[in-house]
């Protein structure tokens, strides 16, 4: 079972995610963190520790893809990175529930 930023929700972080690359196609990682903040009523997160546990973690299970860069809006701030979900992916419902628990599992079996 999920602990930490995942259990504070009915709805799982890795849920919204899915939910909201489903509806708009893609978005970029502070509009996910920011929808996720917002949902599970979490003032106080990190867009860092959100990005390292979740977008990238995803991303290394091939949930998610990287789909373009956009500009940022502020100058000198790293571009935007786009995801969308990888083909077949919004189906694997265990991993969107828990995907640090998908992530650790595949680890052990490949040691």
């Known amino acids: 079972m999920p602990r930490g930023y995942g259990s504070e929700s009915i709805r799982q972080?890795?849920?919204i995610i899915r939910d909201l690359l489903l509806e708009k196609g893609e978005a970029y990682g502070q509009?996910?963190?920011?929808?996720v903040k917002e949902e599970?009523?979490?003032k106080k997160?990190?867009?860092?520790?959100?990005?390292?546990?979740y977008i990238h973690t995803l991303h290394k299970l091939g949930m998610i893809q990287?789909?373009?860069?956009?500009?940022?809006?502020?100058p000198g701030f790293?571009?935007?990175?786009?995801?969308a979900l990888t083909?077949?992916?919004?189906?694997l419902m265990d991993i969107w529930r828990d995907p640090q628990g998908a992530w650790n599992r595949l680890r052990r079996k490949a040691i």
Do not use: C, M
């Open 13 to 15: 972080v890795g849920i």
């Open 31 to 35: 509009e996910l963190h920011k929808l």
């Open 40 to 42: 599970t009523g979490r």
């Open 45 to 53: 997160s990190s867009y860092s520790s959100f990005s390292a546990n």
């Open 66 to 74: 990287r789909t373009r860069r956009a500009p940022s809006s502020v």
């Open 78 to 83: 790293v571009d935007k990175q786009f995801w």
């Open 87 to 91: 083909k077949g992916s919004e189906e």
